[in-house]
């Protein structure tokens, strides 16, 4: 598994992963016998990374020019106003993020499902670091911990 970030050229949370994988390891030791519960968590984890994306699909789409979006986002009066179309497109993207997610979750044949999983966590994981590097450093945190955490799960299953 690897989870390691570059960003300034630099290693970046290596111990919160190892204490992320640490725990991992022990929540599968736990759930073995369980008869299905690492199954659960990977997809209530998976379910909370779609969730967070529809939640910004929001903040992005319908929100951007409101004072809670430009809070969160930092963002002045007359920039979200500016670039009010760019957002809407940018939430328009994590909310195929989301459908990626929900598909995966929903679809009926369970291996595939995962694998659809996987694909648009890894996706998630991406746009995080690029976003990291290129916007805001805490997207890392924010959006790439989550569905670094839900893949782990994932994978887990897979494996």
Request: glycine letters at 10%; proline letters at 2%; hydrophobic letters at 60%.
């Amino acid at each position: 598994m690897v989870c390691f970030f570059l960003l300034d050229g630099g290693l970046v949370i290596f111990r919160e992963m190892v204490i992320i994988v640490i725990t991992i390891k022990f929540v599968e030791i736990l759930c073995r016998g369980s008869g299905g519960s690492l199954t659960w968590i990977s997809s209530i984890l998976v379910a909370i990374v779609a969730i967070e994306h529809i939640y910004i699909l929001i903040l992005e789409m319908f929100m951007w020019t409101q004072p809670r979006a430009m809070r969160i986002f930092g963002t002045s009066r007359q920039f979200a106003q500016d670039t009010k179309a760019l957002a809407a497109n940018q939430g328009l993207y994590n909310g195929f993020l989301a459908a990626g997610l929900i598909w995966g979750l929903v679809h009926p044949n369970g291996g595939f499902g995962m694998q659809i999983q996987i694909f648009f966590l890894v996706c998630v994981l991406v746009a995080a670091i690029y976003g990291s590097v290129t916007a805001k450093r805490s997207i890392l945190i924010t959006q790439g911990l989550p569905a670094c955490i839900a893949f782990v799960f994932v994978l887990m299953n897979v494996l």
